[in-house]
């Protein structure tokens, strides 16, 4: 077994409508930020899978991210191969 | 009594509001844990409001994947009334019970506030005690409430009669075409983002709520009379 | 350096304080460290005094902790120790996390206001945030279920962008948490003054009801008794200035990874509540103390303490966040959404069930002793001893300074004869366009657009929420899990604060803070229970700042005993400054009252025309501190209105009483913008106007915008009206019949000799009276927010 | 003038609380998803930006996340270059 690190990025899907991204558009003008436009603004997920091959990891990451951390009605997802390095230590307290 | 279940999740804030609601329309609420897979029984659930699972990473999609929630979803494919509100209703969308989804505020607030609504249906589960299709206020309070579809799948709600509720005038989260709830195409599931809970008594100030709580009473008391429905949620428990 | 919560002390050497150790005591290192942890010189004799040796520096962290102003109260206790706390009902007061008082029928409520300034300077959001969450648990630590938030938020400049950022930040933090644990927050205020800049105060108030046998206490009785700390796990939250131990220890700048603002998770909250409240319900802890400033330190401490008892913690019990913590970090971090109960042994698997039922991670961290001390051991080796009550109830006072500003602006005496002396431009004013414009001002205007922001009523129970006047939610109408009765009782709430008052005259703020809060809850019906206050204030070190918080408790205890009101609890936020100056003193009052029957409840709209409107009081001079002067641009020099405590009670018992017989059809109090404002109001909420007249003691401006305090507005079905005003000459109060409810315009016709000749001075246009159609009115309120 | 598009990944600072992370992996459960762990939740953003050449864009950019998209008391940010293609068909009217 070895941990493998990912990152899912889940972004509104195109036509789908983004008031996030409008807002920061909105706010350019008074960073006095020029040429910015397309703005979307989505979510990113890192995570870490203990799997025996990067194969099987992905998988875990893609169910995930199709079942859990997208909703394909108004989202898509990639799923985006991470140094294992950049896990951090430990996250999770929760029980149950 | 007609025995109507209120899911429990963690982060469920209006379940209580719900039972007590549904006790003043003369119906007996059983809560339901969101661990177990078994419905007690009952002719038909609530999804409460609140912030299930904390809603953190999407509203209502934690929730989905509970054990009551696949029970509930077995239970509504046999034809069991299911109702849910604000955050159950977003609970239901992500399950995919009813059609749509609800995305953020189109405000990017979250919104507190008496809206008005209207059913386009009284031959509903949840609106046959309405006296007229003229509007009801009902409070919202929510930050993902805009409802959305594409535009063949709302033209295809509209032909069939699934949207439940629109907004009348202030159309407060931005929702297409002014939805504020819809039902499944069998029509025994639905979802609305107001509250009709806490519309519930004159000395909170409204008791419009109360048409859609007796509603859902009525539709369950006859499906509790009904056999298959018994059978149904038999086979849920 | 500063900590990241309500401690402010500046860790450096306080200015004159020699940076050189203090002469006879050798520059070890723990001499260094004392005052980077915010401690003085002295402040570390009076610790070595209480060992009777040195502390190692695990000891010296917890006393940096606790002996901070924040856990300490080492500036504020004397003054403290002045209110009264003793009234009819009072089962809990001040010590304990919230006051409690029956309100009858085996029931009491918990309430509490506590000040969460500094964080959301730094990080707006999350501060208010976890400012809503940490006073929640100090209600339901009590045993209460947390029924209603109030939030009083004050800040700077209101058209300035760093302001904007502040509300937005600080109001989506309320309502992200409030609403997500689903508390309403029902009411609050939001003001806007230059001296808070740089220095906003986010004030929140909670309230919470509980059956009164299920009352907790916040203690640690019985040695043998396991401790438990169960909800979120420990990180590095709100570290801040101590991390200075770490890079003792730290080759690498570990500083940097101690981050100091702490995040909130309603969602562990929300979990935090239900298992809390189930562990009291199955009477399964002996005490129940939430974990908040200086952590597990304080938690343990002042449970040990109020039990007489010590504690024994093992500190590898405590379970993480993250690896690698310190001994030091675990016993000071403020990592939220953590409670400790102490258990008894065999009721541990039960405990432990209920946490695990919640998803609540739940550890035995320590065990009850008799030695008094809290003692932190790990693997056997102990790490720190130290009495419990050094920490807590022994920790130091100081007897600080007061000096009174050198020149200072006298309130005129009550019941001094009016005078036109006010410099205002009020003779020739046109008060409808004065009206208008006060209407449509930052302090006066609708709060909507903050307040939609909150789910005001969830739980459903909210009779009156934010927006108008006091806050009212109901207690046994059946909801909420407590059983229905008839008729149904409310609880009526409201904070005040008038620093504007307070920054000229601080014993007069504070006294007017009161009796507006009190009159708030009076005019609805509801008896007043008691009072909770969170004093704002600046450096405690600078004899003025004393001399301004040792005044306004003074003003503060006087109109509570004035008014038989019992003080059950409060909070003390000191060193508010910003680089241009300290805040304006501000001393923020929450009162509870309790109303017998939710269908009397009387509110400020008008309710029918022809209604007649009766102004109860007189106003008195003085328009220094009030939203008028404030528009105007103006100082005055005449000061600011006086209080006839002693009237001010008599009103309020007089309008409880009418009420409750049945007399009145609506109340609303004169407070900001005056009489016009409150008139204004109460047509806005209605949608009907009215056509009065009012006799003009000498001064339109102070009759009209005046905000001398003992008035108030009632109007009554026509019928009534006569015994209504012979009540009043009963109680020896000052009546007048200004007019009736009607129409769809506000007319204020100004009568007298004070009123005439206005208009014919100037030979011009301008108006002897108010007359504006409603709609303006409220247009003008609706978009006044900038 | 050229289009850039870029993306820019927000995150949480490691030891900062992060309540979405342990939520999500509070539900792995329910999924019956295993060995995942060390779940951090951000945000991504993306965006265009018009410029004379990349170095200048990208200098945008970083302006951008530091004042608007991150938090720099509670997140880290990362500025990634996209293809140009990437950018969506339509999102919305550009500003500035
Ligand atoms: N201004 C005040 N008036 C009366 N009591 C006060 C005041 N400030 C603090 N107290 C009381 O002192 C005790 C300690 O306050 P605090 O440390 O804020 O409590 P906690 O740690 O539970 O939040 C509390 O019981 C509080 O009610
Ligand atoms: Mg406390």
Redesign the pocket.
């Known amino acids: 077994m070895s941990a493998y690190r990912f990152a899912v990025n889940v972004l509104p899907k195109p036509g789908i409508l983004d008031p996030q991204g409008r807002a920061v558009e909105g706010s350019l003008g008074h960073l006095r930020i020029e040429g910015v436009g397309g703005v979307r603004v989505g979510r990113r997920v890192e995570l870490t899978v203990e799997a025996g091959d990067e194969a099987s990891a992905r998988a875990s990451v893609e169910r995930l991210a199709a079942e859990l951390l997208a909703n394909p009605l108004i989202e898509s997802f990639a799923v985006e191969a991470l140094d294992a390095e950049a896990a951090p230590a430990t996250t999770g307290d929760r029980v149950g | 009594m007609t025995r109507i279940g209120v899911v429990v999740f963690p982060g469920s804030n209006c379940d209580r509001d719900t039972v007590r609601g549904i006790e003043l329309a003369g119906g007996e609420a059983v809560p339901l844990w969101h661990e177990q897979a078994s419905l007690d029984g009952v002719a038909a659930v609530v999804l409460p409001g609140g912030f299930a699972y904390g809603d953190y990473l999407r509203a209502g999609v934690i929730a989905r994947f509970s054990p009551v929630m696949r029970s509930v979803a077995e239970f509504a494919a046999h034809g069991g009334l299911v109702l849910g509100i604000c955050n159950g209703f977003q609970v239901l969308a992500e399950a995919g019970l009813v059609p749509g989804a609800l995305l953020r505020n189109r405000g990017l607030r979250f919104l507190g506030r008496d809206v008005r609504i209207a059913p386009e249906r009284l031959d509903t589960p949840f609106t046959s005690r309405l006296a007229d299709r003229g509007p009801l206020r009902l409070p919202i309070a929510h930050g993902e409430g805009c409802y959305y579809a594409d535009d063949a799948t709302l033209d295809a709600l509209e032909r069939d009669g699934q949207v439940l509720f629109r907004y009348i005038g202030d159309n407060p989260n931005g929702s297409v075409r002014a939805i504020a709830g819809v039902i499944n195409a069998a029509g025994n599931v639905g979802g609305l983002m107001p509250h009709p809970e806490r519309a519930a008594e004159a000395a909170l100030g409204s008791v419009d709520g109360m048409g859609i709580l007796r509603s859902l009473v009525d539709a369950a008391a006859s499906a509790a009379r009904t056999p298959t429905a018994r059978v149904v949620v038999g086979s849920a428990a | 350096m500063t900590m990241l919560d309500e401690r402010r002390e500046p860790a450096e050497p306080a200015a004159g304080r020699p940076a050189e150790p203090a002469a006879g005591r050798p520059a070890e290192p723990t001499e260094r460290l004392h005052r980077a942890l915010g401690l003085t010189d002295e402040e570390l004799d009076a610790i070595v005094e209480r060992l009777g040796r040195e502390p190692n520096d695990l000891e010296l962290a917890m006393f940096g902790v606790m002996w901070s102003e924040h ?1 300490s ?1 080492k500036s504020s206790r004397p003054l ?1 120790r002045t ?1 009264p706390t003793r009234g009819e009902g009072v089962v809990a007061g ?4 919230a ?1 409690v008082v029956s309100i009858g029928d085996g029931l009491a409520v918990a309430f ?1 206001i ?1 000040s969460h300034n500094h964080p959301s300077a730094v990080e707006p959001y999350q501060g208010a945030a976890t400012g809503v969450g940490g006073i929640l648990r ?1 209600i339901f630590a009590m045993g209460a279920r947390p029924v209603a938030v109030l939030d009083a938020l004050r800040f700077g400049d209101p058209t300035d962008a760093r302001t904007r950022h502040l509300v937005d930040g600080i109001v989506r933090g309320v309502g992200g948490y409030g609403n997500c644990v689903g508390v309403p927050t029902v009411g609050g205020e939001l003001v806007f003054e230059p001296s808070y800049q740089g220095n906003p105060l986010v004030n929140v108030m909670a309230i919470g009801l509980l059956e009164e046998g299920r009352l907790t206490r916040a203690a640690a009785p019985g040695p043998g008794n396991l401790v438990v700390l169960f909800g979120s796990a420990t990180g590095r939250d709100g570290i801040g200035g101590a991390s200075v131990l770490a890079s003792a220890t730290f080759a690498d700048g570990g500083a940097s990874k101690r981050p100091s603002v702490q995040v909130g998770d309603p969602f562990a909250e929300k979990l935090l509540i239900e298992a809390s409240l189930e562990l009291i319900e199955g009477s399964l802890v002996e005490g129940l103390q939430d974990l ?2 200086a952590g597990i330190t304080c938690g343990v401490s002042e449970m040990a303490d109020r039990a007489g008892t010590g504690v024994r913690l093992e500190l590898d019990a405590v379970p993480r966040r993250e690896p690698g913590l310190e001994p030091f970090e675990v016993m000071i971090s403020e990592s939220q959404e953590r409670m400790l109960a102490v258990v008894r042994p065999e009721r541990l698997p039960d405990v432990e069930a209920i946490c695990r039922r919640w998803g609540l991670p739940c550890a035995v961290i320590g065990l009850v002793t008799e030695d008094g001390d809290v003692t932190v051991v790990r693997g056997g080796e102990e790490l720190a001893r130290v009495p419990a009550r050094a920490l807590t109830s022994d920790a130091i006072v100081h007897d600080r300074l007061a000096a009174p500003p050198a020149r200072r602006r006298q309130a005129p005496a009550p019941g001094a004869p009016l005078d036109s002396s006010d410099h205002l431009p009020e003779r020739g004013m046109d008060p409808g366009a004065v009206l208008l414009a006060l209407l449509g001002s930052p302090n006066l205007a609708s709060r909507r657009a903050v307040f939609e922001q909150y789910d005001s009523t969830v739980q459903a129970n909210t009779a009156a929420g934010p927006g108008r006047g006091a806050a009212v939610i109901r207690v046994d109408g059946g909801g909420a899990g407590i059983a229905p009765r008839t008729p149904a009782r409310a609880l009526v709430a409201a904070t005040d604060a008038n620093a504007s008052v307070a920054a000229l005259d601080p014993w007069l703020g504070a006294a007017m803070s009161v009796a507006e809060a009190s009159r708030n809850v009076s005019i609805t019906g509801a008896r007043p229970l008691g009072v909770t ?1 969170c ?1 704002n204030f600046g450096d405690p070190t600078d004899p003025e700042a004393f001399w301004q918080l040792r005044e306004a408790v003074r003003g503060l205890g006087e109109a509570c005993r004035a008014l038989g009101l019992p ?1 059950t ?4 936020s000191l060193y508010n400054a910003s680089p241009a100056g300290r805040i304006a003193p501000t001393p923020e009052i929450g009162v509870v009252g309790l109303l017998d029957d939710i269908e009397r409840l009387v509110g400020p709209a008008f309710d029918r025309a022809g209604d007649v409107v009766i102004l109860v009081g007189r106003p008195t001079s003085g328009l220094a501190g009030s939203e008028y002067a404030a528009l105007a641009g103006l100082a005055p020099e005449d000061g600011a209105p006086g209080i006839d405590l002693e009237l001010e009670a008599r009103l309020q018992a007089f309008v409880r009483d009418a009420i409750g017989d049945g007399l009145v059809t609506a109340a609303q109090d004169v407070s900001g913008g005056g009489l016009g404002v409150a008139l204004a109001e109460m047509a806005i909420w209605s949608g009907l106007g009215a056509e009065l007249r009012l006799p003009i003691s000498s001064s339109p401006a102070a009759d009209l915008f005046g905000e001398s305090p003992s008035r108030i507005v009632v109007t009554s079905r026509p019928e009534r009206a006569e015994a209504l005003l012979a009540r009043a000459v009963e109680r020896q109060l000052p009546a007048t019949a200004l007019g009736l409810v009607g129409g769809d315009r506000l007319v204020v016709e100004l009568a007298g000799a004070g009123a005439t000749g206005a208009a014919e001075e100037r030979g011009s246009r301008v108006a002897d009276s108010v007359d504006v159609a409603v709609a303006d009115l409220e247009h003008a309120w609706q978009d006044g927010l900038p």
């Open positions: 856990c109260y403290l209110l001040p010590g304990e996390n006051g509490k506590e100090d908040g400033a206050n004093l003080v609890g409060g909070n003390v």
